[in-house]
């Protein structure tokens, strides 16, 4: 058996699935919602059941993984079910299921059946597409999504991507809020930043900020945006009084660097203990915090996100636009 | 207003403040005040400049006090004890010697805050805490009211925790708010309830208010009765008899957590989510409690009881006059049970029957709602009578959760009906742990939202419910007895007898 578990043909899932939680009367099924994950890359399902298994450590759901293979060599269906099961509380496991499924060259309807037909009734479905868009992602499929999950940083073509999300959005049969893992990374670096401005001596700096620029490793171009895009819309500088850029660095390291005539404020990631260290040099004043850098594995960043719940306010409509302009100087 | 605080906001956002703790040496501050406040920065929610001033009479350097409490963090922190985390955090932490008569510590202790103000560019505010025995209550706040310590700096605010006990009784309660509203403002006085600071217990509005199916049951029409069941199986170790023979089950626990969760399950619908909205609503409960008066109804009303030897969880258990600093002749009860109720439209002949004892079988506070029988006309003769109610438990510790009792036919030719549970557990639907109450609490008082705290009146009618139930007890002629019952069983038959009465019977747990 792989990781992906036992092997089962299509028209068996759900009787194998049964049969799965028959076996062990210690285990515990739970579930909160129907999570999908759809992929078109080919070495990805291993990888997926990783972060799966991550989730629900702390999230418990039906997961259900696609990996579809449209350059297949030929037309394929492969299905596994499988149980993640966690101890809680020393003694009984609570388990999730996953059903995973390989298919070479598959038609968008194909696909479509296969979210539907295992969805675990009335829990909501999260859909985490992976990659750009195709043609599988139409009204059909999303308007059965409650909450979709992207990862922006991952596509090549960002603007043409959201506008896609746009239409989608835009259609009356949709419903699904929005989630940019890209942006769920950032959650940290939001909250040490606007920790900079809590501090009573420097709430008054900010409307002197004189430059802000934004480091960022080699791959994390769009995460940059995405923090510059979010510091000058929810502030009131403009381009001629604050020089705002991005740039990266040789340290690979994520920062923020506000100047002020009095000082400068700062959020820099402290050496390999997963904090954040944010900075406020004004005058004599000096004063440092020190805040959780948050989880870097996917998992956490997924579970953490359908934890937290709730729209990405102002992400879609301010945000985005604001980000593609960064992103395409 | 800090615009990028703006979304990013989950909750009313704390100000910065420092916080002095009064009893600092104390096991509260080890156990629960310095963890709860570690966790809230290791999860980013503790504002820049957050300070802590300990204040406790012995001699202690900074460094030596901080290793002391380093160790116990180690012990008692939520989340794992960080290294690097520890020493940003515990650097903002200074011991204050001083005792609580001494008005030159007061004042030393308001050059410290005014250091703090200048040094960090902070406006001021203060968070109290009075984290130590009641009887120290008057002399803190007198001292913190003429040292001018308790009025804030402009545009700052000063607070006030107060840890329960609140009073012993109505007049001693009522001199204490008279205290505490001397010298801070009522709106500035948070008078802590650990278990409102429960996820369980936030979540008894959600449950009822967010959902539509149960409000419309929840009143006489459709529940035959409600238990509240608050179990411990330790008896007075740790020297805790001391403290625990001078107040008894009824103050220790009726008094403020128990009638809490009454006021949660029977209240009204509030107008709003304001503290103010939410506490006028509980305190409409307090108001309805139907007082029994007099030992006649006192003894039909209310059981107390003392345990004699027995054994809990294997291991042989002394008697509760037996106890560690516990009197041979102690009349203080280690267990109650009780009818009280709600004189309220919704909740007219609806008895609520709370227990609440030490060295029981299990540990487990739980809150059992049962419903009236479905009409009989047609399965009457399938079901064994007791079980027929649908029964809603929402457990508030441990193994946090709601589950639900029907009944369900059982496969086969005959028509024969079992009770079925669907069970909702918090630690399997949700695997993160939830947040300790305290860290909830503080977080709250610093964001100056009083919603989880019990304001003046609510802890006043609790008390003259509580009162008269002890006047009988203690000042009548002819008292009801105390009860007995072997540690490690379920009560005394008394209480079972008390349920008897009405044709119920205890829920087994
Ligand atoms: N412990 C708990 O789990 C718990 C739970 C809920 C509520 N509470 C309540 O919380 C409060 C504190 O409990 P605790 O268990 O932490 O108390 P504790 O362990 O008895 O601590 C008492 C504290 O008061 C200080 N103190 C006593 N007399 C003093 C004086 N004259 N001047 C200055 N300091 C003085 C002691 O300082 P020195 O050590 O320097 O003498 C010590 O720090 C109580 O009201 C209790 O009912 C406690």
Known sequence: ?329 | MNPFREDLATRTAPDPCTIVIFGATGDLTHRKLIPGLYNLLHDGELPPTTRIVAFARREKTDEGFRQELEESNKKYSRQSHNDRLWQTFSQQIEYHQSTFEDKEGFSRLADRLKAYREKDGTVGNVLFYLSTAPDYFDDILIALKESGLAKAPKNAWARVIVEKPFGTDLPTAQHLNQVVNDTFEEADTYRIDHYLGKETAQNIMVLRFANAIFEPLWNNQHIDHIQITCAENMGMTGGRGAYYDTAGALRDMVQNHLLQLVSLIAMEPPADLSADGVRDAKVNVFKSLRHWVGAEEVGKNVVRAQYTAGSVDGIDAVGYRQEDRVPEDSKTEAYVALRCFVDSWRWDGVPFYIRVGKQLPKKATEISIHFNEAPSVLFHKSANQQVRKNVLVIRIQPDEGVSLRMLSKVPGPAVRMEPVKMDFRYKTSFGKASPEAYERLILDAMAGDATLFARRDEVEHAWRFIDEIEKAWHQSDSPPPVAEYPAGSWGPKEADTLLEQDGRVWRRL
């Open chain 1, 1 to 329: 058996m792989s990781a992906l578990g036992q092997p089962v043909e299509i028209a068996e899932i759900d009787s194998a699935l049964r049969a799965l939680w028959e076996e062990d009367n210690a285990a515990t099924r739970a579930s909160l919602t129907n999570f999908a994950i759809y992929s078109e890359c080919d070495d990805c399902l291993e990888a997926n059941t990783d972060v799966i298994a991550g989730i629900t450590r702390e999230h418990a759901c039906r997961a259900i993984l696609i990996a579809s293979r449209p350059d297949a060599p030929k037309r394929s269906v492969k299905a596994w079910i499988t149980a993640h099961c966690q101890l809680s509380g020393g003694q009984k496991s609570v388990c999730s299921e996953q059903v995973t499924f390989d298919l070479g060259q598959p038609s968008a309807s194909l696909i479509r059946n296969i979210v539907f037909a295992h969805l675990d009734s009335d829990l909501p479905l999260v859909l985490w597409w992976q990659g750009a868009f195709t043609p599988v992602f139409d009204d059909r499929l999303y308007s059965l999504i409650d909450r979709l999950l992207i990862d922006s940083s991952t596509w090549e073509n960002p603007a043409k991507e959201f506008e896609t999300l746009a239409t989608a959005r835009d259609d009356s049969t949709s419903r699904f809020l929005l989630y940019d893992l890209t942006w769920s990374r950032l959650l940290p670096y939001r909250l040490a930043t606007a920790g900079l401005f809590d501090h009573p001596a420097a709430a008054s700096a900010l409307s002197k900020v004189s430059a802000l620029t934004i480091t960022h490793p080699k791959n994390s171009r769009t995460e940059a945006a995405f923090l510059l895009a979010w510091l000058t819309t929810r502030s009131s500088w403009d381009a001629s009084s604050c020089k705002a850029s991005i740039k990266e660095d040789e340290k690979n390291e994520m920062t923020v660097h506000f100047t002020t005539p009095e000082g400068a404020l700062t959020v820099t990631p402290t050496r390999d203990d997963g904090f954040l260290k944010s900075t406020v040099t004004l005058g004599r004043l000096t004063a440092e915090q020190i805040y959780p850098a948050g989880p870097s594995d996917t998992a956490s960043i997924v579970a953490r996100q359908l934890q937290s719940g709730g729209a990405h306010a102002d992400y879609f409509e301010t945000i985005v636009p604001h980000a593609l302009k960064i992103i395409a100087t």
